[in-house]
């Protein structure tokens, strides 16, 4: 295993103030310890009060103190309620007097499996397109003004391979929502660039990281498994910091002058 980045530059992102959604476990969780390491005050964001619980202590225990001079903070909200969302930022600006970076990590599947589109109902299209494109819309709007103001800001959405081809899973809303949150990527590093603010997307492959991926792992035959096995160039599947690192890149100062690009952490799944 690599040495942590953190060990090396853990002051990287010290005192800039973190919002990451979707960080009760897996990738999330892992944002979240590599900017705690990096000397964030991050402000970890999910719907599962117990997990989110987890991270934190987890955190406490294996990184605070230690390696860093960062914190973290929980909050526990519905992501497609947008007047939850307001309230939050209201309360990190209570807090904080600033928002520096954004990540947009929550999404998912929402526990659905492939069907045939014509077995597909509108409430499990609409779902999954609510907490991967709605969710990600409504925190870029919310965070916008104050970033605006400050003339300085960092947004990474987290999407998918799905997103950038499709889904290996077959689920149509869900490679339509990564699919749509690219094109938000773009689209708001277009209108949001005038202000010093960068957007930019991180595109995982098939990472082990929630208990929906392992099921969709477990789902899939011996025969698929090494398949996909076979089709990535690294020959191994992603583990949540393949995820997190690209993330920090795009939130640095390093990546001053990137906007509106993607990144696939898919260990050369696809060749763009």
């Not at 959604?21 to 390491?37: K, L, M, Q």
């Not at 300085?152 to 149509?172: D, E, H, K, M, P």
């Not at 990535?232 to 690209?246: H, M, Q, T, V, W």
Request: hydrophobic share 40%; proline share 3%; net charge negative.
């Amino acid at each position: 295993m690599f040495q942590s980045v953190n060990s090396l530059h853990s002051t990287v992102f010290k005192d800039k103030v973190v919002i990451v959604t979707g960080a009760s476990h897996g990738i999330g969780r892992s944002i979240c310890t590599e900017f705690v390491s990096c000397g964030a005050h991050v402000q970890a964001v999910d719907i599962l009060q117990e997990k989110l619980e987890e991270t934190k202590t987890t955190i406490e225990q294996e990184v605070m103190g230690i390696e860093s001079s960062g914190s973290i903070h929980i909050y526990k909200i519905d992501l497609t309620d947008s007047e939850q969302i307001e309230r939050l930022i209201e309360s990190v600006i209570t807090k904080f007097h600033k928002v520096d970076v954004l990540v947009n990590n929550a999404g998912g599947v929402a526990q659905q499996v492939h069907q045939p589109i014509e077995d597909v109902t509108d409430e499990q299209w609409q779902r999954v397109m609510s907490i991967n494109l709605d969710a990600t819309f409504y925190m870029i709007r919310a965070v916008a003004p104050l970033m605006k103001e400050q003339r300085y800001g960092r947004i990474v959405n987290i999407s998918s391979g799905a997103g950038r081809s499709s889904s290996l899973t077959g689920i149509q809303a869900y490679t339509s929502a990564k699919a749509g949150q690219i094109g938000l990527t773009r689209q708001m590093a277009r209108e949001l660039g005038p202000y010093g603010i960068t957007v930019n997307n991180v595109a995982p492959g098939f990472v082990l990281s929630n208990p929906s991926t392992e099921r969709q792992w477990d789902n899939m035959t011996a025969e698929s498994q090494q398949s996909l096995l076979e089709a990535i160039s690294l020959k191994r599947l992603g583990k949540p910091e393949d995820i997190a690192y690209p993330v920090l890149f795009f939130a640095s100062d390093y990546a001053g002058y990137v906007s509106g690009q993607i990144i696939s952490a898919d260990g050369g799944l696809q060749l763009f």
